[in-house]
């Protein structure tokens, strides 16, 4: 099999790419300096001068607030670079896994969201995630759809180094405690999307490490793991003003994933004592 990677500069594509290497699955990892997604023509041309089995695009605009500000801009990677590789998936008969968010949810009530359920997006950046998912929808019948949220990984800049950042300076923070959810750790889900796309599963689904939490739990129990003495005062987001609004409810189910043979991630606390090792920070 030969997979096409993009966004491998990115925390996902990243650790997709260490997988396939581990699994010796010939690849290719691609960033914005090798093809501009936003470019059909280029975007063709470089996908059918591979030749690829199948393309796991990582790649995405997710500057949630600068995308209010920036929406053609953000709709021209999201919705328009992801069109663009599944024409080219279209043509050349590849499989296509795409990453998709929690973003494309409103985030009211407090149930798990199933990858069945209406999709009503609060902002423009789950307007255009989802705007990605409906081009895949419509021109392929051999994709994964992957809502994923909350991720962190080495190769970027996440959650828990910002608040790993903060705490050199601070010994109070403020985080917001009433949007909950589940993190998300770039080594726990590549493994996971490299083995989906070596099988005929298609369809949309869930995955995020277990467990649900705020981000007020996410960054105390960082700074637990990390040994840090910080004081974390929780903030609703009523009082957090964002050019974006944020789903406040981002559970997510994962059951169809054991349904049809796939493996939970583990839990999110599992995942962050990891990845702080990974980290060198305990």
Aim: aromatic share 8%.
């Amino acid at each position: 099999m030969k997979v096409l990677v993009t966004g491998v500069g990115g925390q996902l594509g990243y650790d997709v790419c260490k997988v396939l290497a581990t699994q010796g699955v010939e690849h290719r990892g691609v960033g914005i300096q090798d093809v501009d997604v936003t470019d059909a023509t280029a975007t063709r041309n470089y996908i059918v001068e591979y030749g690829p089995d199948a393309v796991i695009h990582c790649s995405a605009w997710t500057a949630v607030d600068r995308a209010e500000e920036e929406l053609e801009r953000c709709r021209a990677v999201n919705a328009g670079g992801t069109r663009n590789i599944a024409v080219v998936c279209k043509e050349i008969s590849a499989k296509m896994l795409y990453i998709s968010t929690d973003y494309v949810f409103p985030g009211d009530g407090k149930r798990f969201y199933e990858p069945d359920d209406p999709t009503r997006p609060l902002g423009v950046y789950g307007r255009t995630k989802l705007e990605g998912e409906l081009a895949v929808r419509e021109l392929l019948e051999r994709y994964f759809i992957v809502r994923t949220s909350w991720v962190f990984g080495k190769n970027g800049n996440n959650f828990v180094k910002t608040m790993l950042r903060l705490a050199e300076a601070q010994m109070e923070i403020n985080v917001v405690c009433d949007q909950i959810g589940s993190p998300t750790y770039t080594v726990d889900l590549a493994p996971l999307l490299c083995d989906m796309i070596r099988t005929d599963r298609y369809g949309v689904y869930h995955a995020t490490n277990e467990g649900v939490c705020s981000w007020t739990e996410f960054a105390e129990e960082i700074f637990r793991l990390a040994g840090k003495d910080v004081k974390v005062n929780p903030v609703p987001t009523s009082e957090y003003p964002t050019c974006a609004a944020r789903p406040l409810n981002s559970r997510m189910s994962k059951d169809k994933l054991e349904q049809v043979g796939f493996s939970k991630l583990p839990h999110w606390k599992n995942a962050v004592r990891r990845y702080l090792k990974e980290l060198g920070k305990i």
